[in-house]
């Protein structure tokens, strides 16, 4: 594998159908090193079947992938976007075992904050970590996000119910459109 970076690029609207495989097969390989992150799943999440489900056009939903030549190391999702007064969106991502501490998540996370606010005009972007997840609280303050709060039990995390801490990024204070 070359040292060159990965290449971030929005999904597009035929990415259920170019991308379900090189993703399932990403997600699949990197499924002990998210573990400990992550929902339980089943086995049809791993699957270019399951991911294409996933992938397909959302009007909530913006993707981004990380592309290492025909590879897929990494993904970012803006989910659960809201126009109208609230304009807002959550964030979550993940990188590939392998190119973990390389700035690729810190830069991707830029990226998206960048494509919220010019692109689709959101006021605000919400992140939440696992209370233990040092990596990713650093790549959000890293990024101008700040700890807002923390929610107990939160998300059914690996088997239990966890914490989460929270954290949002202000990205204008412009009012909304009318």
């Not at 170019?18 to 573990?35: D, E, F, Q, S, Y």
């Not at 959550?90 to 606010?117: K, M, N, S």
């Not at 101008?144 to 990205?171: C, S, T, V």
Request: charged share 25%.
């Amino acid at each position: 594998m070359s040292d060159d970076l990965p290449l971030l690029l929005p999904d597009g609207p035929d990415a259920a159908q170019r991308l379900a495989g090189p993703v399932a097969r990403a997600l699949a390989r990197n499924r002990a090193h998210m573990r400990p992150c992550e929902p339980d799943r089943p086995e049809l999440f791993y699957t270019a079947e399951g991911q294409a489900v996933r992938l397909a056009p959302d009007p909530t939903t913006r993707r981004w992938h990380f592309h290492a030549g025909t590879r897929i190391v990494g993904g970012l999702t803006l989910s659960g976007i809201a126009l109208g007064p609230f304009r807002s969106a959550q964030l979550g991502y993940w990188i590939d075992a392998e190119f973990t501490g390389r700035g690729l998540a810190t830069r991707a996370v830029e990226e998206v904050c960048r494509a919220a606010r010019e692109d689709l005009g959101l006021h605000r972007v919400e992140a939440d970590t696992l209370l233990d997840n040092a990596a990713s609280q650093r790549v959000l303050a890293k990024c101008g996000f700040e700890r807002i709060g923390m929610a107990p039990k939160y998300l059914h995390i690996n088997g239990a119910w966890r914490d989460h801490l929270l954290f949002q990024r202000i990205l204008h204070d412009a009012p909304p459109p009318l």
